[in-house]
Structure formats: C-alpha cells, structure tokens
C-alpha cells in the first residue's frame, strides 16, 4: 500500500530533512509516526501525498511511484488519499455541507451521490446537526471531525494525518483517535498519522515508526511505551 525505498529528501537550500527511509505499510494498517520537532515527519508525508519529489529513491503508493507524477498528474492521483492537517484547512465561507460536497464535486460525483455520501460521512463523524454550520461556528474538535469527514468521503485507500490532534486538549484528541480508529476498521483505510502525543501513542498502541535527523530509528510493531526521550 505505501512503500518507501531508500528515499532521501534534501532541499534547495541544502538541508537534508531524510536520508535513506525504508518502510512500508500494508493494506488496513494505522501507524503513527513521531520523532522531534524536524526530524522529517512532514516533509514524508508531503512526499507521500506528491507535494515534494524525493532527491533520490521510490515512493510508491497504492501502486503508483509518486517521485515520477507529472505536476498536472498529483491532482488525480491525491484522490487515492485523504489528507488532515493540525488546522483543519475548511473553507471558511462554505457550510459544512458546502465543504463536504465540494470535494466531490471536483471529482464529477453526481449530485443526488453527493448528497448520501455527505449525509453518510456526516453520520460517521457524528456531526449530522451542524450541516449548515460554517466552519467558525464549530469547536475546534468539530471542524476537525469535519476535516476527516471531508478527507474520507471520496473513500481513499489511504488517509494521511498530519497532527490532526496538535490544537485540541486531551477530551478532543481522544475523540478524534476513536473516529480514526472507527474508520481505520469500518472502510479498511491505511492511516497514517503523524503526532507529537506521546500520551496518545502509549494509550491508543499502534505500530509505530520514529523518526530522528531524517532517519528511521525505531519501529516499533506493537507500539509498545514510548519514552518521551525518544
Ligand atoms: N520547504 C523547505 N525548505 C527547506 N527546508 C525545509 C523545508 N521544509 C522543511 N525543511 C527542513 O527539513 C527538516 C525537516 O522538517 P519537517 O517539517 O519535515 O520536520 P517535522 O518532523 O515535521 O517537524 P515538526 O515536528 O516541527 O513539524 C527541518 O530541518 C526543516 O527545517
Ligand atoms: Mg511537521
């Protein structure tokens, strides 16, 4: 599902943010990924999503080798993945509903498919009454559960999650987990999740992987206690 080859990422100012990644994820998996402030947890994850190349080495997901997408290619091929960041990125002058259907309409989904995916995204997330609320009329926990609702309603094989819990106190993050979770078994998507929680990833244990300098230095299949040394 995602496989990482020998990739290194330097950039054009000649900073080394990954040197020599190998890993790979399987169909269904949720893995978190942690390590220091700039250790390179985002810069995989754009190169993940096709926002950044790789200086050298594979990229592949959902078969698809990601480092050699054409520019006009990366739009089509992001509809194969879900992506959440730490600040929600809705549209502010959409309702919810508007910032839902939105992504389905750049697709050319029908209205009327629209429509029940919207209402069966909303239902997941649990959020069905705030329809025709606009995004600041929400609580951060809530334009968050909207965010994922948007990023899972076209039904990516993956979804990637970039400190989607990094601006909510504990209660919310704990909220936000459980959805994931929900989803994870529910549709079978391959979640990666990105945290700097450490409370999260010793509650909730999933395998995780640990990035340092650029470099996988553990990863860990059970999860296991993760000391905030490391
Ligand atoms: N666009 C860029 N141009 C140059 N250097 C960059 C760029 N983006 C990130 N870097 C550098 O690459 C390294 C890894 O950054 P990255 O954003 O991947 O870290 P991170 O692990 O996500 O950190 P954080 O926990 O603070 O979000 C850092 O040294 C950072 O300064
Ligand atoms: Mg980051």
Redesign the pocket.
């Known amino acids: 599902m995602i496989e990482c080859e020998h990739v290194y990422k330097q ?1 054009k ?1 000649g ?1 080394n ?1 990954l040197y020599d990644v190998n890993f790979s994820v399987k169909q269904g998996e949720f893995v978190y990924i942690i ?1 220091p ?7 995989l994850i754009k190169l993940l999503d096709g926002e950044e190349l790789p200086t050298k080495g594979n990229v592949e997901v959902v078969g698809i080798n990601v480092g050699e997408l054409k520019r006009k290619q990366v739009p089509i091929y992001r509809r194969n993945i879900g992506v959440v960041f730490q600040d929600f990125r809705l549209l502010p002058t959409k309702t919810v509903y508007e910032n839902i259907a939105y992504a389905l309409e750049v697709i050319n989904m029908k209205k009327p498919q629209i429509k029940k995916r919207v209402d069966e995204v909303l239902d997941v997330v649990s959020l069905k009454e705030k329809k025709t609320s606009f995004p600041h009329e929400l609580s951060g926990g809530q334009q968050q559960r909207i965010a994922i609702a948007r990023a899972i309603a076209n039904r990516p094989k993956v979804l990637i999650a970039d400190e989607p819990t990094g601006n909510l106190d504990p209660g919310k993050s704990d909220q936000i987990m459980n959805l994931l979770e929900r989803i994870n078994k529910r549709y079978g998507t391959t979640i990666l999740m990105v945290t ?1 929680d450490l409370t999260l990833v010793n509650k909730h244990r999933k395998r995780t992987v640990v ?1 340092e300098h650029g470099h996988i230095v553990a990863d860990l299949a059970q999860g296991g206690y993760v000391r905030h040394d490391q």
Do not use: D, F, V
């Open positions: 950039y100012n900073t943010a390590g402030t700039g250790s390179g947890k985002s810069t700097h990035l």
